[in-house]
């Protein structure tokens, strides 16, 4: 049992050091061609079911650890789909330009204070 668990966890943190190129990719393509939601959409419900399996199961409860960050890579990339489809369809950005700015401008002005 400790082989299989081992050569599972092995297969997970190959996964996990292939999705950081492909969230690169997308990030600086700007664009979704190249892309199917549909192979992310099944991959993220693939390592739910196997959190899903590791909880059911008492065997192997550190496989929770590398299929969690496995999702949360996908769930990132399935984020940055969603901000390349509205740079491609034309739309705005979700928040505004006047309020990046407002936020930076503010902790830039009150960062690092001694309020005592």
């Excluded at 992310?40 to 693939?46: E, T």
């Amino acid at each position: 049992m400790f082989w299989d668990s081992a050569l599972e966890s092995i297969m997970l943190i190959c996964f996990a050091a292939a999705w950081p190129a492909s969230i690169y990719k997308s990030w600086t393509s700007r664009t979704r061609k190249g892309k199917s939601l549909f192979f992310l959409a099944i991959v993220f419900v693939g390592y739910v079911a196997g959190i899903t399996r590791v909880m059911l199961r008492n065997d192997g409860s550190f496989l929770i650890f590398p299929y969690t960050f496995n999702a949360l890579l996908v769930n990132c990339d399935l984020m940055i789909y969603y901000r390349n489809y509205r740079i491609d369809e034309g739309k705005p950005p979700l928040i505004p330009q006047g309020t990046k700015d407002f936020a930076k401008d503010y902790f830039r002005n009150h960062r690092w204070r001694n309020r005592m």
